[in-house]
């Protein structure tokens, strides 16, 4: 069951009416459900399911598969460019905001000291799903990325698939999203 939103009343629960000398009402079903209907009216449907986020532009050709294989899917997604490491505020934002703006799976692609899933699993209890990259400039052929992904620490889980498997990433969200 999804949680309330401490801002709505809860059924029963007492608010204060307009005037001094009236008791104050509990509210009611009817008024609870009109509270929730507004405030989902806020909620874009159209709103994307799965977030693809890469460490750099250098990344986009690498990350493409993913957005190919969830628009043959039907899957409504966003792409974007933020790095761990370069702008950590954007990240932690996006990662924060994510399940309240509707998504629900967050792909994240990164070469080198690739930071970039695990810090977005940091500020969300999304589920995520690393790529690690390789990078023209990596010692190790992309095992620096994939060792950097996969080696997560116990309760901040990543789901990590090949290097440059991109396309898998985006096969895991489908299935994750039990489509
Ligand atoms: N990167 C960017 N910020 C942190 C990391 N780990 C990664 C990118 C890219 C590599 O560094 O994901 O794979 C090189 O980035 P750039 O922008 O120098 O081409």
Same mark, same amino acid.
């Given at each position: ?9 809860? =059924?029963? *629960?007492?608010? /204060?009416?307009?005037?001094? #000398? *009236?008791?104050?009402? &509990?509210?009611?079903? @009817? ?19 799965? !977030?693809?986020?890469? !460490? ?21 997604? *966003? =792409?974007?460019?933020?790095? %761990?490491?370069?702008? /950590? ?8 905001? @994510? ?12 070469? +080198?000291?690739? @930071?970039?899933? !695990? ?5 969300? #209890? +999304?589920?995520?799903? !690393?790529?690690? +990259? ?8 992309? +095992?620096? %990325? ?9 309760? =901040? &889980? ?15 969200? @489908? ?5």
């Amino acid at each position: 069951m999804s949680e309330r939103d401490p801002a709505l009343p809860a =059924v029963g *629960e007492r608010i /204060p009416t307009v005037g001094e #000398d *009236e008791p104050d009402l &509990p509210v009611t079903h @009817a008024e609870v459900e009109t509270e929730v209907e507004a405030a989902f009216e806020d909620i874009d449907v159209d709103a994307p399911r799965v !977030g693809i986020l890469m !460490g750099s532009k250098s990344d986009m050709p690498a990350m493409e598969p993913a957005g190919r294989e969830l628009e043959e899917r039907d899957i409504r997604h *966003e =792409v974007r460019v933020m790095s %761990a490491h370069r702008d /950590p505020d954007v990240v932690a934002e996006y990662a924060r905001n @994510a399940k309240m703006r509707g998504l629900r799976v967050i792909i994240a692609g990164a070469g +080198l000291a690739a @930071a970039l899933p !695990g810090v977005v699993a940091a500020h969300t #209890d +999304l589920p995520v799903i !690393g790529v690690p +990259l390789t990078s023209g400039s990596s010692v190790a052929g992309g +095992l620096d %990325a994939l060792l950097a992904i996969a080696q997560m620490p116990p309760g =901040v &889980p990543v789901a990590c698939v090949g290097v440059n498997a991109a396309r898998n990433a985006a096969v895991l969200a @489908a299935r994750i999203l039990g489509e």
